[in-house]
């Protein structure tokens, strides 16, 4: 008896270990005068004369959830987030930052493969270019992909954070 509570006891911490390894959040670099640092984000989803209206509507599902969750995750993570819809809004300052997303591809795959054949099939796609600029200068130019057999939520999330984290180890280079 005593040893299978020891084997419980281990089990356990093993874990925990590897899951507060997994889990280390992600905090966000503060300014020089301590204050935090303003990001602007900016979607481009596209054009809308180039695409059938479902694929348009595709985009637009994608692109708002990708533009809530992003800002949310920034200023969850410590950075002072806003969407603006034109970079006419943005304010550029030493501590102020404009990150511009478009999205260049997003095949939605088909839920009903995903569910009915799985093993890959009907796997949604994402591809994204993202510029990180601090006032016109250009710090950061990257593209950025990703696909799946899950829901398609996975794909925002999974690049969302990428971008947070990468945010995180650039500016603290800046």
Sequence with gaps: MKTIRTSAILSVMVGV??????ATPSIAPTAASGQ???ISVMSNRGNSD????????YRNEI??????????RLNRTGYAAQLIQSVSEYIPSADSYLVSMEITS????????????????GACALDMHYIVK?????????????????DWR???????????R???AELLTW
């Design 106 to 121: 997003y095949n939605p795959g088909s839920s009903v493969a995903r569910m009915m054949v799985g093993y890959g099939a």
């Design 50 to 57: 180039e695409m059938e209206s479902r694929q348009w509507q």
């Design 63 to 72: 692109g708002s959830y990708m533009e809530v969750d992003l800002v949310n």
């Design 17 to 22: 270990i590897l899951l507060s390894g997994c």
């Design 166 to 168: 990468k945010l995180n």
């Design 36 to 38: 935090k640092i303003k």
């Design 154 to 164: 996975r794909l925002p999330r999974a690049l969302d954070d990428k971008l947070v």
């Design 134 to 150: 601090n006032g016109s200068n250009v710090l950061q130019d990257w593209k950025d992909g990703i696909g799946t057999s899950s």
